[in-house]
C-alpha cells in the first residue's frame, strides 16, 4: 500500500506543477485573453498533464527516496515530509522555468510579460525555501493535510493572479491613410545575413571586397545589435519593419494553432524539461505557418508612397512590383554554370574537403542564381527600390571557419567575400549613382565558447564553428544622398528602418523600436528636412500595386 500512496501523493504533486506552468505559458501569450470558462479548461488541461507526466517522475524519485529516507515512506495517510519534499521539487521547477524563460524572452516578449515572470518565479523561490526550511525541521503542523494542500493551493492562485494582472497586448493597428510624401532618391537595401565586422574588415583589407571598401570610406558604418535571444525570423522582420517583435508579431519559424484555447496562432512555447511542443497538453495543437509581421514593412511603405519595388529572396510574405523567392535546390541552375574563374578558384579547397564540397557548391549556386535574377529583372523592368538577401555567409561560414587560418576554408570564404562584392556592384550600377545604400547584417557569426572548444580538444580535426546561437552583433553601412560618413557607435536592428525612412523624406512611425541614427545623417540633410511621425504603419492587406510576381 506504501506504493499507492507515494503514487498519490506524486500525482497530486505533479497536477500543481501543471497548475502553476499553466499561468507561465500564458504569459508568454501576452495576445491570447480568456473566458473563464476557457481559464477553468486551461487549468483542467495542463494539472491533468502535470499529473501524469510530472507526476510520473516525482514518482520515481519517491520510490529511490523511500530506500534511503524511511520517514518518507508514507506507511499510512498522508505524509507531510513526502508532500514538502516533493513539491519542493516541484517549486524548483517552476522558479527555474520562470526565470529561464524570462532570460530567453529578452528581445521577443513585453517587458510587463517578462515582469511577471520574474514575479512567478519569485513567488516559487520563496515557496521553495519556505518548504526547506520546514522540510529540515521535520515538524509536521496541526492539520498537515488541509494546511499543506492550502499552502499550495495559495501559491499556485497567486501565480494565475500575476497572469489575470498583466495586460493583455493586441498587435493590430487601425487601418488609416498616412499621409503622401514622396522618396526623395532611390533605394538599394541589401541583407547579407551571417556577416559581421570580424569578418568584413580582413576582407577589405586584403582587396576581396574593392566596392564595398570604397563605399565604406565615404559612408557611415558600425555594429548592429541584433535580437537577442537568435531567431531568423524574428530578426529579419524587426529588420523591415523597424518595430520590436512583440509588436510586429513573428517570434520565430514555426507557430502553433490551440483552436480550443485562443483562436490567433501562438509562436513562443515555454522552455523547460520536456520536448517541445509537448508544452500544450495532450497534443491539442496543429502547426500553422508562419506569421506575417502585423506592421508594415520597408516595401510595403514604399509601395503605399506610390513607388515600384523589386524583391529578392525573402521570406514568403514579402511581396513587390516584382517579387523572386529563395529557389529551392532543384530549381537552382547547375553549379557548372556559374563563373569558371570562380570555380577554378574553389577547385583545390573544394577538393581538399570532399564531405563539405556539395553544400558549398549549392550555396554558390544559390547566390550566383540570386544576383543574376536580381539583374534580369531590374533590367527588365525598371524600379524605385530593390531589396535582396542573401545568405551564403550564414550557409559557408559555419562549415568553413577551421581553427588554423591557413586552412581550406580560408580560400572558400574569399571567395564568398567576393561574389557578394561583385553583385553589390553589379546592382549600383543598374539602380544608379543617386541611390541610398544600405548594406545590413541582421546577426552575426560567433565563435564557441571557452567551454565548447574544450570539449572539442580530443576531435580531429578541430574545427571552431562559429553559429548565431548567441546573438552576435551585425553591421549596418549607410551609403549615398544625404549620409554623413564615420563610424556608428551605437545602433540597434530596430534602428535601420527609422534611418531609412528618414534620408528617404519619409515619416518615420512612433510604435518603432528604433530610432534615427541622426550620426548617420549629414548636417545639410538633417537641417532641411524635419522629422516627420505617424502613429503605425499598418501592414499592407492587398498584393502588389503595380505589376504581378514574376514566373
Not at 521535520?138 to 493551493?153: D, N
Not at 553549379?335 to 553544400?359: F, M, W
Not at 568553413?400 to 574569399?414: C, F, K, N, Y
Amino acid at each position: 500500500m506504501r506504493h499507492l500512496r507515494r503514487l498519490g501523493h506524486s500525482l497530486a504533486a505533479g497536477a500543481f506543477a501543471g497548475a502553476a506552468l499553466a499561468p507561465l505559458q500564458l504569459l508568454l501569450w501576452p495576445e491570447v485573453s480568456l473566458s473563464p470558462l476557457k481559464v477553468c479548461l486551461a487549468l483542467l488541461a495542463w494539472m491533468s498533464w502535470g499529473a501524469l507526466w510530472v507526476g510520473g517522475v516525482l514518482f520515481l524519485f519517491a520510490e529511490l527516496a523511500g530506500i534511503f529516507a524511511p520517514y518518507l515512506a508514507a506507511p499510512k495517510g498522508f505524509s507531510v515530509g513526502l508532500w514538502r519534499w516533493l513539491m519542493i521539487i516541484v517549486s524548483l521547477v517552476v522558479a527555474g522555468t520562470a526565470w529561464w524563460n524570462r532570460e530567453e524572452t529578452r528581445d521577443l516578449l513585453l517587458p510587463d510579460n517578462r515582469q511577471a515572470l520574474a514575479v512567478s518565479g519569485s513567488i516559487a523561490t520563496i515557496y521553495m525555501i519556505t518548504l526547506l526550511v520546514l522540510a529540515i525541521h521535520r515538524r509536521p503542523p496541526r492539520h498537515a493535510l488541509a494546511v499543506s494542500l492550502g499552502f499550495t493551493s495559495f501559491v499556485v492562485a497567486s501565480l494565475w493572479v500575476v497572469w489575470i494582472a498583466t495586460p493583455v497586448s493586441t498587435r493590430t493597428t487601425t487601418a488609416t491613410e498616412p499621409p503622401r510624401f514622396a522618396p526623395a532618391h532611390r533605394l538599394l537595401f541589401v541583407s547579407w545575413e551571417g556577416t559581421d565586422l570580424p569578418w568584413l574588415l580582413p576582407a577589405m583589407e586584403r582587396g576581396h571586397m574593392p566596392f564595398l571598401h570604397a563605399l565604406w570610406e565615404n559612408g557611415a558604418w558600425g555594429q548592429l545589435r541584433t535580437v537577442r535571444p537568435y531567431t531568423r525570423s524574428a530578426t529579419l522582420a524587426t529588420l523591415v519593419t523597424g518595430c520590436a517583435p512583440a509588436v510586429h508579431g513573428v517570434l520565430g519559424r514555426r507557430s502553433y494553432r490551440v483552436p480550443w484555447l485562443a483562436a490567433a496562432p501562438v509562436t513562443l512555447l515555454l522552455a523547460g524539461p520536456w520536448p517541445g511542443p509537448h508544452q500544450i497538453p495532450w497534443r491539442a495543437w496543429e502547426r500553422a505557418p508562419g506569421l506575417a509581421p502585423q506592421r508594415g514593412t520597408l516595401w510595403q511603405i514604399l509601395l503605399g508612397a506610390g513607388r515600384k519595388v523589386g524583391l529578392i529572396g525573402w521570406p514568403r510574405y514579402a511581396q513587390g512590383t516584382w517579387t523572386v523567392p529563395t529557389p529551392l535546390t532543384a530549381e537552382v541552375p547547375p553549379y557548372s554554370t556559374i563563373d569558371g574563374d570562380l570555380r577554378a578558384a574553389l577547385g583545390s579547397a573544394l577538393r581538399a574537403q570532399p564531405e563539405l564540397a556539395e553544400d558549398a557548391r549549392n550555396s554558390f549556386a544559390l547566390a550566383a542564381a540570386l544576383g543574376a535574377t536580381a539583374e534580369r529583372y531590374a533590367k527588365a523592368e525598371s524600379v524605385d527600390a530593390v531589396a535582396i538577401d542573401y545568405g551564403l555567409a550564414a550557409h559557408l561560414r559555419p562549415l568553413w571557419t577551421a581553427e588554423d587560418p591557413r586552412g581550406q576554408g580560408e580560400e572558400v570564404l574569399h571567395q564568398a567575400a567576393r561574389i557578394l562584392d561583385d553583385q553589390l556592384r553589379a546592382l549600383w550600377v543598374l539602380m544608379g549613382e543617386d541611390t541610398l545604400v544600405v548594406v545590413v547584417s541582421p546577426y552575426g557569426l560567433a565563435p564557441p565558447s571557452s567551454w565548447q572548444r574544450l570539449a572539442q580538444l580530443g576531435s580531429r580535426p578541430r574545427r571552431w564553428r562559429v553559429s548565431p546561437t548567441d546573438s552576435p552583433d551585425g553591421f549596418v553601412l549607410f551609403s549615398g544622398p544625404g549620409v554623413r560618413s564615420g563610424r556608428l557607435r551605437t545602433a540597434r536592428l530596430a534602428d535601420v528602418t527609422a534611418t531609412v525612412l528618414y534620408l528617404l523624406e519619409l515619416p518615420v512611425a512612433r510604435d518603432m523600436a528604433g530610432r534615427v541614427l541622426l550620426e548617420a545623417v549629414s548636417e545639410s540633410r538633417a537641417s532641411a528636412v524635419p522629422l516627420r511621425m505617424i502613429p503605425s504603419y499598418p501592414p499592407l492587406t492587398a498584393g502588389p500595386r503595380d505589376g504581378t510576381t514574376p514566373r
